[in-house]
Nanobody, 125 residues
Framework: QLHLVESGGGLVQPGGSLRLSCAAS????????IGWFRQAPGKEREGVSC????????DFVDSVKGRFSISRDNAKNTVYLQMNSLKPEDTAVYYC??????????????????WGQGTQVTVSS
């Protein structure tokens, strides 16, 4: 199993920004599609964004389009999720996950075999 570590979460006021990082160890990310998922209390884990090995990305949640941006820096073996104009409804634990690059992106968590431990994002005044 691949080892992924998320960081960058925290408490932020509505309208603020955070940048989440997903760092890989023991393997190189450039051969994997990476997805960001989130799970709010009492809700299902949902796919937020995904980036292919080519750098092409997709957003799966309409409410984050134009506010969230996923990117990857293969030299740093890290994928980022830049979150701007945060809203209280963005509050959740955010996870990154990896799947083999040839398989491409998916919003389905079952499609991903390796997961990080998650990082809490709380948007509140």
């Amino acid at each position: 199993q691949l080892h992924l570590v998320e960081s960058g979460g925290g408490l932020v006021q509505p309208g603020g920004s955070l940048r989440l990082s997903c760092a890989a160890s023991g393997f190189t990310l450039d051969g994997y599609a990476i997805g960001w998922f989130r799970q709010a209390p009492g809700k299902e884990r949902e796919g937020v964004s995904c980036i292919r090995t080519s750098g092409v990305s997709r957003d799966f949640v309409d409410s984050v389009k134009g506010r969230f941006s996923i990117s990857r820096d293969n030299a740093k073996n890290t994928v980022y999720l830049q979150m701007n104009s945060l809203k209280p409804e963005d509050t959740a634990v955010y996870y990154c996950a990896a799947r083999r690059g040839l398989l491409g992106c998916s919003a389905d968590r079952i499609a991903f075999s390796s997961w990080g431990q998650g990082t809490q994002v709380t948007v509140s005044s």
